[in-house]
């Protein structure tokens, strides 16, 4: 697909999307003149920002420009990042202390009694006896209580002790703590301690990273809304010392416009809450990827997705329908329950770099743990000795080891076959086999997750579209799709496939959402729903303004939260005007009660019970350039190879035609068995598969 910038008018509108994975980092840039490249490079994990910079100088250089000469004609950077996520998962965020409400200093360390088994996968759980609670990321010897408290009215019952306070402060300062959360019951109704304690500490200690839970959750329930503002403090330091880094070296560039950041909600964010409210970045190099198939669905007419990522450490899914991804107001965040707006995705760790192992039992098992970027797959020659899925691909002959990055790395097929070799030895299998056995496990471990992902939640995937791009999406979707019953799948314009998530984030908007939980029984009163609902639309505008967003560049979408009121399960439901009537309000409960029955059965609902408006969701969009979709060109350049594959299906190495491209499109149907290879991808069409390009230079592939 081909992007036409409507913005600029003028040289200076290249708009570039960089997205940091655990394997790689990709690049997208958007020209005015409607065409998109993509670079990529290794992730740089000791400092991220050198891959940032170095996707970018790739990717410039297929334009045959260099770094400064792309950023100087930038008129819109915007980036997805997994800095906060991978401090989360290797534990490397700042130290961090918590500030709570007397008596309630266990809450993080309790975790409402669910932690053994929050977040943990099916069969963990089913060993319970050797189940954990995670370690806390803050300890308790870094817990400070202090006396304060608001009733659930936001009364103030019982003052802030600020001398207790700062005691508490300095106390965690003394232990060494970089970051300090602050906590406080009923901070959602009235955060007026909270707000005076952040104000009193950074004061105090201004090289501490401060937070208020409130600041950055507006979640009734103590132990989510506590966990966010700890997981906002324990990546703060880091964000804050990143986003620096990213900023001064593109100004030192020659860029001068603004660098936007992705968020989990679905859109990006200033500079300024990046620093400030860094939580919201995390998972947003997936959420992008959403973005912008939900802007390819759109053009395609394709309202119901699943939408599957497949990088180097990891496979991520979600659901789109009627062109909306599935948002959660709360989610796990290794194994802590956080509460923002988050579009939901669930994940394996099942990528191209997933570790194929013998487990205690002898038994053949891939994953989740990765060799990520440094050392990589064995047949990177970088010191990697464990054999991967990626050297898998290269053992059956998917991937040509003479051709791999747009022919910048050769890879050591000799060296993957040793080491897939030696795996397979004490199974008796031949090194192909082995590598047949890797690739069909974790097929199955994918399948799984999108049968999770729509089966076990009421959706027939067979009325489903799946949207398959990352490096590796290309190579094992097909396999994935035709075990769940998924009829037809799209790798969204091709040439741009393993860089997606990178151009989604060029297709996002700068979004602020705003939040209050309360109870209202239904019928609720209109004038009720429409006074609450103007207060935080008003509260999202004026953010978007000061951000420089004129009244026409904004649109803004209300919903309501509601459960029945005996039962436990929120459900969002939209709400199509900002002046709600007695109607409308009749018109949200049935609309409730059907997407109720959708998603957890018919009759599955206590209607006798009522309904209950637990919370009002107010979302504004800032919009930034939009691209057009355009048709795609014929591929300028097609060669038509063909290499020895071993298939599993035939059991036996068959010679298979390669098409091999540059971008563009080719006409025709491509029957399977057969490879279509690209610069950054393999696309593989099994034996009883058909594919064929669109206009748009999406690739459809029908899975037999």
Same mark, same amino acid.
């Given at each position: 697909?081909?992007?036409?910038? &409507? ?38 994990? $000791? ?92 300890? =308790? =010897? ?32 003394? $232990? ?18 909270? !707000? ?40 703060? %330091? ?24 992705? &968020? ?5 964010? &200033? ?11 995390v998972h947003s190099g997936p959420v992008s990827g959403l973005l912008g198939s939900a802007f390819v669905a759109a053009v395609r007419d394709e309202p119901d997705l699943i939408v599957a990522d497949m990088g180097g450490t990891s496979f991520d899914v979600s659901v789109i329908r009627g062109l909306v991804p599935d948002a959660r107001d709360t989610s796990m965040l290794e194994r802590f329950e956080v509460s923002l707006p988050m579009i939901y995705i669930d994940t394996v760790g099942a990528g191209g770099g997933s570790v194929a192992f013998l487990d205690a039992a002898g038994n053949l098992q891939v994953g989740p743990r990765s060799a990520g970027a440094v050392p990589g797959p064995v047949c990177y020659g970088l010191g990697g000795s464990e054999p ?37 030895e004490p199974l008796g299998l031949t090194p192909e086999q082995t590598a047949a056995g890797i690739n069909r496990i974790i097929d199955s471990k994918m399948a799984d997750l999108l049968r999770r992902m729509s089966i076990l939640r009421g959706f027939d995937p067979r009325e489903f579209t799946v949207f398959a791009y990352g490096g590796g999406g290309s190579v094992h979707v097909g396999a994935v799709a035709r075990e769940v019953g998924v009829r037809k ?33 239904? %019928? ?45 399960? !929120? ?62 060109? %014929? ?13 599993? $299906? ?55």
């Open positions: 697909m081909n992007i036409d910038i &409507t913005e600029a008018g003028t040289d200076q509108g290249f708009v570039i999307g960089v997205d940091i994975g655990g394997t790689f980092t990709d690049c997208a840039i958007v020209r005015p003149d409607g065409s998109a490249v993509s670079g990529k490079t290794p992730t740089t994990p $000791e400092n991220r920002a050198l891959g940032f910079f170095a996707s970018i100088a790739d990717a410039a250089g297929n334009l045959g420009l260099s770094l400064d000469e792309v950023l100087s004609r930038c008129s819109l950077l915007i980036h997805g990042t997994t800095t906060g996520t991978n401090a989360l998962i290797e534990r490397s965020g700042a130290r961090t202390g918590l500030i709570t409400t007397s008596g309630h200093g266990d809450a993080t360390l309790i975790m409402k009694a669910e932690g053994r088994l929050a977040g943990v996968d099916g069969g963990m759980i089913w060993d319970l006896a050797h189940t954990d609670k995670p370690e806390p990321i803050v300890p =308790r =010897r870094l817990i400070r209580e202090v006396h304060e408290r608001v009733d659930f009215q936001g009364e103030v019952l019982v003052p802030l002790d600020e001398r207790q306070l700062l005691d508490a402060a300095d106390q965690l300062v003394a $232990e060494g703590a970089e970051a300090i959360a602050v906590s406080f019951l009923w901070s959602v109704r009235n955060p007026v301690h909270e !707000n005076r304690a952040v104000e009193l500490i950074g004061e105090r200690h201004p090289g501490v990273f401060v937070t208020a839970a409130s600041s950055v959750s507006s979640y009734v329930g103590e132990y989510e809304r506590t966990m966010t503002g700890v997981v906002n403090a324990y990546i703060g %330091p880091l964000m804050n010392e990143y986003v620096r880094r990213i900023q001064e070296e593109a100004n030192t560039c020659g860029y001068r416009g603004r660098i936007l950041y992705a &968020t989990c909600a679905g859109g990006a964010i &200033t500079e300024a809450e990046a620093r400030t409210a860094p939580v919201q970045t991967t899925v990626t050297d898998a691909d290269v053992v059956l002959g998917i991937i040509d080891p003479e051709d791999f990055l747009h022919g910048e790395r050769r890879l050591d097929k000799a060296a993957a076959e040793a080491a897939i070799g030696k795996l397979g799948v799209i790798m969204p314009v091709l040439h741009m496939a393993s860089a997606w998530s990178a151009f989604g984030a060029t297709v996002a908007d700068v979004i602020h959402v705003a939040e209050r939980w309360d109870d209202h029984p239904m %019928p609720a009163a209109p004038s009720t729903l429409a006074a609450t609902l103007a207060e935080l639309e008003d509260d999202v505008r004026r953010k978007l303004a000061a951000e420089g967003f004129a009244p026409d560049e904004i649109e803004v979408d209300r919903s309501l939260r509601m459960k029945y009121t005996a039962q436990l399960h !929120n459900i969002e439901v939209p709400l199509t005007t900002a002046e709600p009537d007695e109607r409308t309000v009749a018109e949200l409960g049935e609309e409730f009660a059907r997407r109720y029955d959708e998603l957890h059965g018919e009759g599955a609902g206590y209607r006798e019970g009522g309904v209950t408006v637990t919370g009002f969701v107010v979302r504004a969009r800032g919009l930034t350039a939009r691209p057009a979709p355009a048709e795609a060109p %014929p591929a300028g350049e097609v060669s038509e190879l063909s290499r020895r594959v071993y298939w599993s $299906e035939k059991q036996d190495w068959l010679d298979t035609p390669v098409l091999k491209l540059r971008g563009g499109r080719v006409d025709g149907r491509f029957e399977g068995p057969m490879l279509i290879e690209l610069p950054d991808t393999v696309v593989v069409i099994r034996p009883g598969q058909v594919a064929s390009f669109d206009g748009w230079g999406n690739l459809v592939l029908e899975t037999g």
